[in-house]
């Protein structure tokens, strides 16, 4: 009889672990429910962001604007003057050389991955697979004293000194709110390449209707935001490249 009562005992375990057992899937789609739901981020054409960095005993303004069809922008303004420190207008990726002051574009390389993985707007995790992209739930792990599910996404590979290169991260979403509360990915190049970077969440709050961290910190640097705007009106030559903006103007 005992063998019989450890058997059925066995085979109930086995009946509810599937149950209750987390997906990858299931908590994406909790994360996507609970910040806003699938139907208003895919409405979502664009996002400004405003807020201060905090570098060096600094504070700087900054300004990050980030647009469904993959331009980025992400300024800053240092002692009074405005400089960008990364643009993209779909075609053409550049930066300002802080010793020169000037405009420069970025290398072949750098934008032709800038362009293999445009679909990180609002999020990488919503319609994933229409992307191209890969989850896996690794389980769950322990992240600054709070417990999380720790999810494996696998995005288009990158070229890395003309070699490709897999591009992974790994997202820790709380298990309470599911909202990533941190994300980890290798360096891809550079002196500290195969080191983890890290980038911490924190501070969710509602904007019309759709849920967005405004408080970030990546490589230990501090990110607070003061105001988010969804869907804003811009002039699209906010993104190219000064020259051909001028250029365009004739």
Known sequence: MKTVKTLFVALLVLAIAPMTAQTADEIINNYIENTGGAEAWNALTGVKMSGSANAQGMTIPVDIYNMKDGKTLVSIDLQGQTMTQVAFDGETMWTTNFMTMLPEKSDAETTANMKANLGNFPTPFLNYKEKGYAVEFLGKETKEGVETFKIQLTQKPIMVDGV???????????????????????????????????????????????????????????????????????????????????ADKK
């Not at 002039?235 to 190219?240: C, I, T, V, Y």
């Open 164 to 246: 490709e290169e897999p591009t992974i991260s790994y997202f820790y979403f709380d298990t309470e709110n599911y909202v990533p509360i941190m994300s980890e990915s290798a360096i891809p190049s550079g002196p500290m390449k195969g080191q983890m970077a890290s980038q911490m969440f924190s501070d969710y709050q509602e904007v019309d209707g759709l849920y967005f961290p405004f408080s970030m910190t990546m490589s230990g640097q501090g990110i607070t935001m003061k105001e988010i705007v969804l869907n804003p009106e811009l002039d699209m030559k906010l993104f190219a490249f000064p020259g051909e903006a001028a």
